[in-house]
């Protein structure tokens, strides 16, 4: 039964949400600056820019729960819903990478930011092509890719957090 093999994109939904999950927010001290890889951020400058990132992230990982939600909930039967959920977590993603653009992070910690817009938009990019899908079991058999593509996002996240001095985001 084709609703069925949508019952999968529950995990899917938590893995792409927990993309930008950041519960358990506390910044851990700042690393001493003999400790720091030239190029990243200290002090003061570090506890403003994890501010700032988490400030984008929360917010991009309260709508991308409810847009999975929806997916993997009420709207797991009806096509023409969860399409509209797949292309609201697109657009989600897409804000987030825009917002992640106008931080201006030094050298080090820009080239990661710089690789998460990348792979976040190459996300973003399938999402949207799978929002396109013509039937619930086609939607059913490209959501897999959806749960691939979260790998090389997932990695410049912990990346991006550990040069800002957070805790790796969790994977529940």
């Given at each position: 039964?084709?609703?069925n093999?949508?019952?999968?994109?529950?995990?899917t939904?938590?893995?792409?949400?927990?993309?930008l999950?950041?519960?358990?927010?506390?910044?851990?001290?700042?690393?001493?600056?003999?400790?720091?890889?030239?190029?990243?951020p200290g002090g003061?400058?570090?506890?403003?820019?994890?501010?700032?990132?988490?400030?984008?992230?929360?917010?991009?990982?309260?709508?991308?729960?409810?847009?999975?939600?929806?997916?993997?909930?009420?709207?797991?039967?009806?096509?023409?819903?969860?399409?509209?959920d797949?292309?609201?977590?697109?657009?989600?993603?897409r804000?987030?990478?825009?917002?992640?653009?106008?931080?201006?992070?030094?050298?080090?910690?820009?080239?990661?930011?710089?690789?998460?817009?990348?792979?976040?938009?190459?996300?973003?990019?399938?999402?949207?092509r799978?929002?396109?899908?013509?039937?619930l079991?086609?939607?059913?058999?490209?959501?897999?890719?959806?749960?691939?593509?979260?790998?090389?996002?997932?990695?410049?996240?912990?990346?991006?957090?550990?040069?800002?001095?957070?805790?790796?985001?969790?994977?529940?």
């Open positions: 039964m084709p609703g093999r949508l019952a999968g994109v529950l995990p939904a938590m893995v792409l949400a927990g993309m999950l950041v519960a358990g927010c506390g910044s851990s001290p700042p690393a001493p600056a003999h400790a720091r890889p030239a190029g990243q003061l400058q570090r506890r403003a820019l994890a501010a700032r990132y988490l400030a984008i992230a929360t917010a991009g990982n309260r709508q991308l729960e409810i847009d999975f939600d929806g997916l993997a909930g009420p709207d797991r039967h009806l096509l023409r819903a969860a399409l509209a797949l292309r609201a977590a697109a657009a989600t993603e804000l987030f990478d825009q917002q992640l653009l106008k931080i201006r992070f030094p050298p080090g910690t820009e080239a990661v930011a710089r690789r998460l817009y990348l792979v976040n938009q190459a996300r973003a990019s399938l999402t949207l799978i929002a396109r899908a013509g039937s079991r086609q939607l059913n058999v490209l959501t897999p890719q959806l749960t691939a593509a979260n790998g090389p996002v997932e990695q410049q996240v912990r990346l991006i957090r550990r040069q800002l001095g957070l805790p790796p985001p969790e994977t529940s």
